[in-house]
């Protein structure tokens, strides 16, 4: 049987792109989202069912994973943390609410959903855990110190568990998007964005199947010995390391 997918915050966006290339490579998907709306919309279009949960909140993770996990019959193989949002201030003007909401959902969700895969995983012998980071989260952004924090430790996070993943056949990687075409970005004012892509060499914002083929890369058994990297796709606009 195919190996079965589960992506977070799946139902737009880079998520949307994510589920469509691993269900076109031939994997098992099933989208996660809080958005009923855009879930059943994706649905009707995809047929890729979306199940409702809430990645920042432990116990509905937990749930939500149980279910998918009985209603497909196994374990999920292939994990993909892509579930984000932003909450833009410079520091002097944020608020703790603001701080919190960026650091949970973009961060905290990668516990609540790893820790509920993991051992899975470890039963099986296979694991391929793709954790959606940003460029901003490693050279940091004005106005994004919650969301450059939450991604810093995104690839922190990514590093520890490919530690401990590796000898039980788990990769754990990151990929860290430059600017790309989806509504997260359509938030930030026309004028604000010409000057960001006037800053990327190749001269346009990147496209979300082009983090999806990523993905769909990272996802391979064949990916055995990647383990533990960022990549960085960005079209060529920060070199990190
Ligand atoms: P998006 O806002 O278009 O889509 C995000 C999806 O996540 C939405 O469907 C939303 O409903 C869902 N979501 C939000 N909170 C959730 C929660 N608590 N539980 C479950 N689902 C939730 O964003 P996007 O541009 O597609 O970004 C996807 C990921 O890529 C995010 O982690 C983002 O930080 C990262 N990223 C995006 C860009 C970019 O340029 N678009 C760049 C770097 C990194």
């Given at each position: 049987m195919a190996r079965l997918a589960l992506v977070t915050g799946?139902?737009?966006g880079l998520g949307a792109a994510i589920s469509i290339a691993l269900k076109d490579a031939g994997y098992r998907v099933v989208a996660n989202d809080v958005n009923e709306e855009s879930a059943k919309e994706f649905t009707a279009k995809t047929g890729i069912p979306v199940a409702i949960f809430d990645v920042s909140n432990f116990e509905s993770t937990k749930a939500g994973i149980a279910k998918i996990v009985a209603e497909n019959g196994g374990p999920i193989e292939i994990l993909v943390n892509n579930a984000g949002i932003t909450r833009d201030a410079p520091l002097h003007k944020m608020t703790p609410e603001n701080w919190n909401a960026v650091i949970n959902v973009n961060l905290t969700s990668m516990f609540n959903t790893t820790r509920n895969v993991i051992e899975g995983m470890r039963e099986k012998g296979f694991g391929r855990i793709v954790n959606i980071s940003s460029v901003n989260g490693q050279v940091g952004q004005f106005g994004q110190t919650n969301y450059s924090a939450a991604k810093a430790g995104v690839l922190g996070f990514t590093k520890a568990v490919a530690h401990e993943g590796a000898a039980k056949g788990i990769t754990s990687n990151a990929i860290c998007p430059g600017y790309i075409n989806t509504e997260m970005v359509a938030k930030i004012a026309p004028e604000v964005l010409k000057t960001i892509v006037a800053k990327v060499p190749t001269g346009r914002l990147g496209e979300p199947s082009e983090i999806a083929r990523t993905v769909v890369f990272l996802a391979a058994?064949?990916?055995?010995?990647?383990?533990g990297a960022t990549l960085s796709v960005n079209g060529a606009l920060a070199m990190c390391g």
């Open positions: 799946g139902a737009r058994d064949e990916a055995q010995y990647l383990n």
